[in-house]
């Protein structure tokens, strides 16, 4: 190999390290805006392997909750924990900051009970279980691997929740709250808030008043499951300074 050749495998290898080597966690702090938090992600470690938790969250996303958590002042709020994949991202982002911040999480906690079979054989949600109004349905298949499992289990959602939250050590940093955001939740304002709960256009529009009443001025809002649709009605919904899109994870940073 020459001289030139070698200076190029070495640059090469010098900015592959500097791209995937890990962010340490007194960095992540140092991220200013939501386009420094996307360039950074390669480099972001969560340190802890959330792989054995039932969940949708990609590991990009996964990633970018977990600086979230590290980066949001108090309080945060979490909507749909399901089994708290996503709560421990953001746990151990908060615990990485060395701050002292309040963390709630507030699940639904369904049962078998709030699920009914529609005439397409598909399987929809309802809330209460007695309640005409279809929140949203999903496959039969989907039903049956990912959501019966977990809701027909003996110690239900938040029992499960609890569980995982205790063996990644990270309860004492949550607060499970149970129920409906919209009617349960204190008259708080927060400064991150992860809404789990904003999967198509009807449950944006459903869910979006109680939502804004959550954010504070200048607020982190993050929504998963976020299609080009979905995008475009949060869109219609709230007022952002600058947002990204990470997989399906939408953040936006609230005007304020
Ligand atoms: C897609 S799952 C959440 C997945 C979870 N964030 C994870 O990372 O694995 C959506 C969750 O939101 C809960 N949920 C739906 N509507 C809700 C509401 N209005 N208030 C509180 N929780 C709600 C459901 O019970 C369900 O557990």
Request: charged share 25%.
């Amino acid at each position: 190999m020459n001289n030139r050749t070698n200076l190029f495998a070495r640059g090469r290898r010098y900015l592959r390290r500097l791209l995937y080597s890990s962010l340490p966690a007194a960095r992540v702090k140092e991220i200013r805006s939501l386009s420094q938090l996307n360039a950074a992600l390669p480099r972001i470690r969560v340190p802890v392997d959330t792989s054995g938790i039932r969940g949708w969250l990609s590991a990009d996303e996964q990633r970018a909750l977990y600086a979230l958590g590290a980066l949001a002042h108090s309080p945060i709020l979490e909507i749909g924990a399901w089994l708290g994949r996503s709560t421990i991202c953001i746990a151990q982002g908060v615990l990485a900051s060395g701050l002292s911040k309040e963390f709630l999480t507030c699940e639904l906690n369904p049962t078998l009970a709030n699920f009914r079979e529609l005439p397409d054989g598909r399987i929809a949600f309802y809330y209460p279980p007695e309640s005409e109004v279809n929140m949203g349905s999903c496959s039969r298949e989907l039903f049956e691997n990912d959501i019966k499992p977990v809701v027909g289990h003996p110690d239900g959602v938040v029992g499960q929740l609890r569980a995982n939250l205790r063996s990644f050590e990270v309860d004492r940093l949550v607060q499970v709250v149970i129920g409906d955001f919209r009617s349960v939740l204190p008259p708080r304002k927060f400064c991150f808030v992860f809404a789990d709960t904003m999967h198509g256009p009807s449950e944006i529009r459903r869910n979006a008043p109680d939502l804004q009443r959550c954010l504070a001025d200048g607020a982190t809002l993050a929504c998963h499951d976020t299609t080009p649709e979905n995008r475009d009605e949060i869109l219609r919904h709230f007022q952002f300074r600058e947002f990204v899109q990470i997989d399906s994870l939408f953040i936006g940073i609230v005007k304020g």
